[in-house]
């Protein structure tokens, strides 16, 4: 069975500052990794994903999550953070053949201050 | 733009008074989700649909059943609402099920049970 760990259920950042949301899986199959984002009351939207190829992954708005096999993480980092950033970040692995459902961490809140 | 949508955003039953909660999509994604998901939660998966093909989770309760009447539309049927199934009620979307395929949700319908 798949699962994962987001260690931190919040973290408050000042504007402008770099982040760094902790991700680590376990899997017994080669694994998809996805991060979502959710803002309040609203659905999840996909931010990045890593399937294969190059271990680093990016997505429009800056951030960036290296999947690193070795530690089992898929770690969110963005160099300078803005207000709108705020949201609840979660973290997904699937994977293996057929039907793999989506499996989420428990999510980090990310709080961005002025 | 191709989306997913849901209806209503908010809704508020009584207590074992049934209800039901639709999602439509024009992306026509063969398979469609719904999870549950509670307060500071991740996600749960409750079932999805494969084209016509419905496919439970082994610990959702009785109490929830859904229907595809068609590629474009699928509900989620609560026969019995508990003050326990409070929670906002997300529907997702893929092209197909294998893992790596990204999952697209709706903004979620937020339940009330009082």
């Known amino acids: 069975a798949q699962s994962v760990t987001q260690l931190d259920s919040q973290v408050p950042v000042f504007e402008e500052a770099p982040v760094e949301l902790r991700c680590n899986y376990s899997?017994?199959?080669?694994?998809?990794l996805f991060w979502y984002v959710q803002y309040p009351n609203q659905g999840l939207q996909l931010l990045l994903k890593y399937l294969s190829g190059s271990t680093l992954v990016e997505s429009i708005n800056g951030f960036e999550a290296e999947f690193n096999k070795s530690q089992t993480s898929f770690h969110l980092r963005k160099p300078s953070v803005h207000i709108s950033d705020t949201a609840e970040y979660f973290c997904?692995?699937?994977?293996?053949?057929?039907?793999?459902?989506?499996?989420f961490g428990t999510g980090t809140r990310l709080l961005v201050s002025p | 733009d191709a989306m997913v949508i849901q209806n209503p955003r908010y809704q508020v039953t009584q207590f074992g008074k049934p209800v039901t909660l639709s999602c439509s999509q024009t992306?026509?994604?063969?398979?469609m989700y719904w999870y549950q998901q509670k307060s500071s939660q991740a996600p749960k998966l409750l079932f999805h649909?494969?084209?016509?093909?419905?496919?439970n989770e082994a610990d959702t309760p009785d109490n929830f059943q859904s229907r595809r009447p068609n590629t474009s539309f699928c509900f989620l049927d609560i026969r019995s609402p508990g003050l326990g199934d409070a929670a906002m009620y997300l529907c997702a979307t893929s092209r197909d099920r294998a893992g790596s395929y990204e999952q697209y949700f709706g903004p979620g319908t937020r339940l009330t049970v009082t």
């Open positions: 997904a692995v699937s994977g293996g053949t057929g039907f793999q459902k989506l499996v």
């Open positions: 649909y494969y084209d016509k093909d419905f496919n």
């Open positions: 899997s017994s199959v080669s694994v998809y």
């Open positions: 992306l026509n994604h063969n398979v």
